[in-house]
């Protein structure tokens, strides 16, 4: 089993849906949770980052974090063609160290 | 304000040959980050550097190597390189506790 688990997709969705991206992971050490956007040929970009447990919102995008299911979520409302890229979860124990999830290609059709 | 900033772009080497990547942090970060993240995968932990010293190390061999400089740049060396290697290879910026770490747009390695 992986430590961090991430569906793949390839995920696509109509302009304005809600997208839900998920991760689940088996390392209960893990307290530092990221989400990260990453475009063709380009490094993963910053999106959300929350320590422990809850949610966080921040514009379009809200991060959640249930540390008893082991589970986090990324939902992006309102999506935009601007959002077709791969997503990647990462979390850690420690600041450093990152484990990222092989990402979630989403795509967002006009 | 420059971002992470990494050199070469692209590379070309032939198995069992030695290659240096080069990384620059963002301004005002003191952490960098080596990943390793093969295609159609998520980035994979190589080690992390902080006060010219190595903190952590992923699951990677001794052939993958690696130095922080005074003024935080880093370079990524690997020897006797594989065919395995051929990877998009990511350097990230952070600082010691931070609140996320900011990554270049990678050196893609193509090993022949």
């Known amino acids: 089993q992986k430590e961090v688990e991430q569906d793949p997709g390839p995920l696509s969705v109509p302009e304005g849906a809600i997208v839900s991206l998920n991760c689940t992971y088996s390392?209960?050490?893990?307290?530092?949770f990221m989400w990260y956007r990453q475009y063709s040929r380009k490094g993963p970009e910053l999106l959300m980052y929350?320590?422990?447990?809850g949610n966080k919102e921040d514009g379009r995008f809200t991060a959640q974090v249930d540390k008893s299911s082991k589970y986090i979520s990324l939902f992006i409302r309102d999506s935009q063609p601007s959002d077709s890229a791969t997503y990647l979860c990462?979390?850690?124990?420690?600041?450093?160290?990152?484990?990222f999830g092989a990402g979630t290609r989403l795509t967002v059709k006009p | 304000d420059a971002g992470v900033t990494q050199s070469p772009t692209h590379l070309i080497k032939t198995r069992g040959q030695q290659v240096t990547l080069r990384c620059s942090p963002k301004s005002g970060h003191d952490t960098v980050s080596w990943y390793q993240q093969a295609l159609g995968q998520g980035p994979q932990f190589i080690f992390q550097?902080?006060?010219?010293?190595?903190?952590q190390r992923g699951n990677f061999p001794d052939r993958f190597s690696g130095h922080q400089f005074p003024n935080y740049s880093s370079e990524l060396n690997v020897n006797a390189l594989l065919l395995g290697d051929s990877a998009l290879y990511l350097c990230?910026?952070?600082?010691?506790?931070?609140?996320?770490?900011?990554f270049g747009s990678g050196t893609r390695l193509t090993v022949v």
């Open positions: 990462a979390m850690s124990a420690v600041w450093d160290d990152m484990r």
């Open positions: 390392n209960s050490a893990f307290q530092y």
């Open positions: 990230a910026s952070s600082l010691r506790q931070g609140d996320g770490y900011t």
């Open positions: 929350t320590y422990s447990s």
């Open positions: 550097y902080y006060e010219e010293e190595e903190r």
